[in-house]
């Protein structure tokens, strides 16, 4: 006989397992701070290649008045200027990539938690039906 909140159960799982189980399940093998580690390292690698290719294109945009301009300058102000940005803007990067993927790890754990209760109450209902 066809237990039919035992199928809606094994539906729900089974869609679960095929779309976003297979993603959640990937990020649910890594420990938190591996995970939210390896995210921010990405992201300051990412950063620092965004900073330095519109730096460059800043200089590149108007390279005849920089040019100019570079004999006048202090380059150590400069370069102390560059830092400062480049530093800012990795570390704005840095954090912002911190809150997010502790939010979606958190969330991928929630939905794990769940999927694995959910198991659970599939096996009862199996154990259930071996009583009987």
Request: charged content about 20%; aromatic content about 18%.
């Amino acid at each position: 006989m066809l237990n039919e909140e035992r199928i809606i159960l094994m539906t729900k799982l089974a869609s679960y397992e095929s779309g976003e189980g297979k993603k959640n399940a990937a990020v649910g093998s890594y420990f938190r701070s591996d995970y939210i580690g390896m995210q921010v390292v990405k992201s300051i690698i990412s950063a620092s290649i965004a900073f330095f290719i519109l730096f460059a294109l800043y200089v590149l945009y108007d390279f005849e008045t920089f040019m100019l301009e570079v004999y006048k300058m202090d380059l150590f102000v400069f370069a102390k200027n560059i830092l400062i940005l480049y530093g800012v803007f990795v570390v704005g990067f840095a954090v912002l990539t911190y809150v997010l993927y502790t939010y979606r790890y958190n969330k991928v754990k929630k939905n794990l938690k769940n999927y694995y209760h959910n198991l659970k109450k599939l096996a009862s209902m199996y154990d259930k039906n071996k009583n009987f």
